[in-house]
């Protein structure tokens, strides 16, 4: 998983030059784990109710402000982009019908 | 009109004619919705990974979307606040030169005290 993040800069929080290896491979071992017990957790909240939805992780950060606000910008954005394709397609539908 | 980085905008396929209808897309947007996609687009961990890595984690193929871009986005700013801590860490023991395990696992060691790390429902048989 690490080795995706590096082009997102990562490698420039780490050290101003090559991060050490030993450290990536850290980073990298808390991450899986964080991320396996926030799906462990999340899994949890929703086995009450059933299918595992993206509202049980907000729900588990909650309390954490930043995570809360940045992943609600992240979900607008994303059904900003899935509205915009949509319009897009029928715009140009529109277009092959009006030029025949 | 913005300037667009084309390098940055491909939403993950090769096919030109959904690249094409992207670029289109995007030269439609003003721009502050150009600054909020980009921000969106470095947002962190490859969703086909992170999706993959989901998906073995809860033992479903059926991750979605939004559920990617949510836990890709917690994960790294949790990524961000270990870092962080671990440049305290080293400036309170003036340290200098690449951050170190012993920094990382100090960093953890805080973060899990402030709350910030989830408590394992199944404690570990080996510590």
Same mark, same amino acid.
């Given at each position: ?16 030059? !090559? ?63 899935? !509205? ?17 | 009109?913005?300037? #667009?980085?084309?390098? &940055? ?8 004619? &959904?690249?094409?209808?992207? +670029?289109?897309?995007?030269? =439609?947007? /003003?721009?502050? =919705?150009? +600054? ?9 961990? =490859? &969703? ?9 984690? /809860?033992?479903? =193929?059926?991750?979605?979307?939004? /559920?990617?871009?949510? #836990? ?6 949790? #990524?961000?606040? #270990?870092?962080? /801590? ?7 023991? &003036? ?33």
């Amino acid at each position: 998983v690490m080795s995706s993040y590096w082009p997102f800069g990562l490698t420039g929080c780490l050290s101003v030059g !090559q991060p050490l290896p030993e450290t990536v491979a850290l980073v990298e071992d808390i991450v899986v784990e964080y991320i396996t017990d926030l799906v462990h957790k999340a899994e949890n909240v929703a086995s009450k109710r059933g299918k595992l939805l993206t509202e049980d992780f907000l729900y588990l950060i909650r309390k954490d402000m930043r995570k809360l606000h940045r992943s609600t910008e992240l979900l607008s954005m994303n059904e900003e982009l899935k !509205q915009a394709r949509k319009a897009f397609d029928v715009n140009e539908e529109t277009l092959v019908v009006t030029n025949e | 009109p913005m300037e #667009v980085d084309l390098d &940055k905008l491909p939403s993950g396929t090769s096919d030109p004619d &959904k690249l094409a209808k992207m +670029n289109a897309l995007l030269s =439609q947007f /003003t721009e502050d =919705q150009m +600054n909020r996609y980009e921000s969106f687009r470095r947002s962190g961990f =490859q &969703k086909s990974n992170m999706k993959k890595l989901l998906a073995s984690i /809860t033992g479903s =193929q059926k991750i979605s979307m939004p /559920t990617t871009i949510v #836990v890709s986005g917690i994960a790294k700013m949790f #990524v961000g606040e #270990v870092i962080e /801590t671990a440049r305290i860490v080293m400036s309170e023991r &003036k340290d200098s030169g690449p951050i170190r395990p012993c920094h990382i696992r100090e960093a953890y060691r805080r973060l899990k005290l402030e709350g910030k790390i989830p408590k394992r429902s199944v404690p570990r048989l080996f510590r």
